[in-house]
């Protein structure tokens, strides 16, 4: 079974650029998340999607960052303008429906310099 | 106050060891409790769930106890590949929303 796939699984880019990182969840699992992942911070949620709705943005930093899911099997996050600050691993997660578990990706390594 | 917070460690053992990590939780409506596990560059992968009755699962024992917000992890005899960062997860009542505690680091030691 084809667990969590993220892509790019690195990104160098510079400053003000654009940033695209995608998602596809396991099939059948209907609640996405993306997370952030810093020494300093730890591992911070972003934003969380149940049935390909948001239900939770709380915890994207500001303006610079969006999220859509245009269907049960895709999700981006994109960053833009993106900033040195913004380096870190991003994860994407999801979770069937009544499950406890959360299955990660391998993450995707941004580096903006 | 961070909504769960973990000693950060790291915990220094060697193989044979016991040990124990610590989490608290700020949410006392919170409803279901986790621990993962991160190895080095790699993504987190649920470890264990935590019950009341508090579980076990081999070398690994989990305790929750809620009067006081406090899960906690035990590691007996412990191995070379428990070396890692342990992650105590907190799940809100409404279900969706999972916060993930800083993670304590673990090495195990020859």
């Known amino acids: 079974d084809a667990g969590v796939i993220q892509s790019p699984r690195h990104e160098v880019t510079e400053m003000g650029q654009e940033v695209t990182l995608r998602c596809k969840p396991i099939s059948g699992h209907n609640s996405l998340f993306w997370y952030r992942q810093t020494m300093m911070r730890g591992l911070e949620l972003l934003i969380y999607f149940n049935n390909n709705v948001p239900i939770d943005d709380s915890g994207m930093p500001e303006d610079r960052f969006s999220a859509k899911m245009p269907n049960a099997s895709f999700s981006t996050l994109k960053i833009q303008p993106s900033e040195p600050r913004d380096s870190a691993v991003y994860f994407c997660?999801?979770?069937?429906?009544?499950?406890?578990?959360?299955?990660f990706g391998p993450g995707t390594r941004l580096t903006v310099l | 106050r961070k909504e769960v917070e973990q000693d950060p460690g790291p915990f220094n053992v060697p193989e044979g060891a016991t040990v124990a990590f610590n989490c608290t939780y700020s949410?006392?409506?919170?409803?279901?409790f986790f621990w993962y596990r991160q190895d080095c560059r790699k993504e987190p992968k649920l470890l264990m769930s935590v019950y009341s009755s508090g579980n076990e699962d081999g070398r690994f024992t989990a305790q929750l106890n809620r009067a006081s917000q406090y899960i906690s992890l035990l590691i007996r005899d412990s191995k070379l590949s428990d070396s890692a960062t342990y992650l105590c997860?907190?799940?809100?009542?409404?279900?969706?929303?999972?916060?993930f505690g800083a993670g304590t680091r673990l090495f195990v030691k020859a």
């Open positions: 949410n006392s409506a919170s409803q279901s």
């Open positions: 997860v907190v799940k809100d009542t409404g279900g969706f929303k999972t916060i």
């Open positions: 997660a999801s979770r069937s429906t009544g499950a406890s578990e959360q299955f």
